[in-house]
């Protein structure tokens, strides 16, 4: 009998922080959550989408991603469903499943053709049901929508909304079909953005759908099942009832969320009734400040973080009415005797939009790769965090298709 559950998402394993690589922060972050799984006796472990911060994973990343499975699946945590997200490649994710399977790993990295195949009926050890998970990935335009080219905006909102709609419902239904009059419960899974929830700067939520504002309601999900567990969202958050649940990122992505709480939800259960419910806080792993003001403000802080003996990543933006030719150059002389302060960004408000002090390519164009370039276009042009989280995948998306043909 399944007991206890841990609900996770929004890895976004392989994310890059103005260029600095994130490998260590991601390491550390598996090894808390294995051990979070044996201490508390985990018996499902369910991952709502985005697993990977990009369709095309380094081998670096998948190596995190397997590696951790693997242990996982030597623990007592008897099941793993994974589904994808909107960062996520939907073949990729999928090309191991039948493998994956026989460890009691099951993924649903793309939308099926039938609804019906996303629902997981969960077997023990004997070959008994214990636990029906409602497994629906990201649900791309495709596989919602058709459109006559003629329509609107509010046409498209329609749309993607009742195709949403259609999808979860004809998942539900069915789950609800296996169920019947027993007592196993049933989970929801899915990623997308309910209404109500709590966005930051920096998560790029906004519109999910690009050119859109799809938001689907709490009512969307049944009240038969016994827990929700979401992604897409970076906090972590109840929508509308104690049952639905966003966990939210288990690292701070940018700058917008430093300081911001990062937890895992473990979900305790008694047959079909939730009787538990525990916020788990996640270590911070690498702690990520900003700063804002005139020299003054700058110096006064810098000097306060560099006696902290601490790993500290800084965000700093110049707001000073006097023109400081030489920023970079005071801030590097300052911290040059404290290795563990590491400045990532420098912003200068008080220039002229899209001039940017600490800008430089040093590489040729024959060197620089497409991404480079797009992040070194994002940083001219002062691009918002939540604008690159949507661009991003839709230009690595874009590069796929190119090379393909």
Not at 5 to 15: E, K
Not at 207 to 224: K, M, N, Q, R
Not at 326 to 344: A, R, S, T, W
Request: hydrophobic share 35%; with cysteine.
């Amino acid at each position: 009998m399944i007991k206890k559950i841990l609900h996770t998402s929004d890895w976004h394993i392989g994310r890059r922080l103005k260029n600095h690589e994130r490998y260590d922060e991601f390491k550390k972050f598996f090894a808390w959550l294995e051990e979070i799984i044996k201490s508390e006796n985990i018996d499902a472990l369910l991952v709502a989408g985005d697993i990977f911060d990009n369709t095309t994973p380094s081998a670096r990343a998948q190596d995190l991603y397997y590696s951790f499975l693997g242990k996982i699946a030597r623990t007592n945590c008897r099941h793993i469903v994974i589904i994808s997200g909107n960062h996520d490649s939907p073949a990729f994710i999928d090309a191991p499943k039948d493998l994956l399977k026989l460890f009691k790993i099951h993924v649903t990295g793309s939308a099926c053709e039938n609804p019906e195949d996303e629902v997981k009926t969960l077997y023990d050890d004997d070959g008994q049901p214990e636990l029906i998970v409602c497994a629906v990935p990201y649900l791309r335009d495709r596989d919602v929508r058709t459109l006559k080219a003629c329509d609107d905006v509010d046409s498209l909102e329609n749309s993607l909304l009742t195709g949403i709609k259609n999808h979860y419902e004809k998942v539900f239904a069915h789950a609800s079909e296996i169920r019947g009059a027993s007592k196993i419960p049933v989970i929801g899974m899915g990623h997308l953005f309910a209404r109500g929830g709590k966005v930051t700067e920096g998560d790029g939520v906004r519109s999910l759908y690009v050119g859109t504002a799809v938001e689907v309601g709490s009512d969307l999900f049944p009240d038969f099942l016994t827990y929700t567990a979401l992604g897409h969202l970076h906090s972590p958050q109840k929508i509308s009832r104690e049952n639905i649940r966003y966990s939210g990122s288990p690292l701070s992505m940018g700058f917008g969320e430093a300081g911001q709480k990062k937890a895992v939800y473990v979900v305790e259960l008694d047959g079909e009734k939730l009787t538990g419910l525990k916020e788990i806080s996640v270590p911070t792993f690498q702690r990520l400040e900003r700063i804002e003001g005139d020299m003054d403000k700058i110096f006064a802080e810098l000097a306060r973080y560099a006696f902290q003996r601490e790993s500290i990543w800084l965000d700093i933006t110049y707001t000073g009415s006097e023109a400081i030719g030489d920023l970079q150059e005071k801030i590097d002389n300052f911290l040059k005797d404290f290795p563990l302060i590491e400045v990532l960004s420098i912003r200068d408000e008080s220039r002229k939009a899209g001039e940017n002090i600490s800008e430089n390519i040093s590489k040729n164009l024959e060197e620089i790769k497409p991404l480079e370039m797009l992040e070194f276009c994002f940083e001219k042009n002062n691009t918002p965090d939540w604008q690159r989280e949507i661009f991003i995948p839709m230009y690595q998306e874009i590069l796929l298709e190119a090379a393909a043909e």
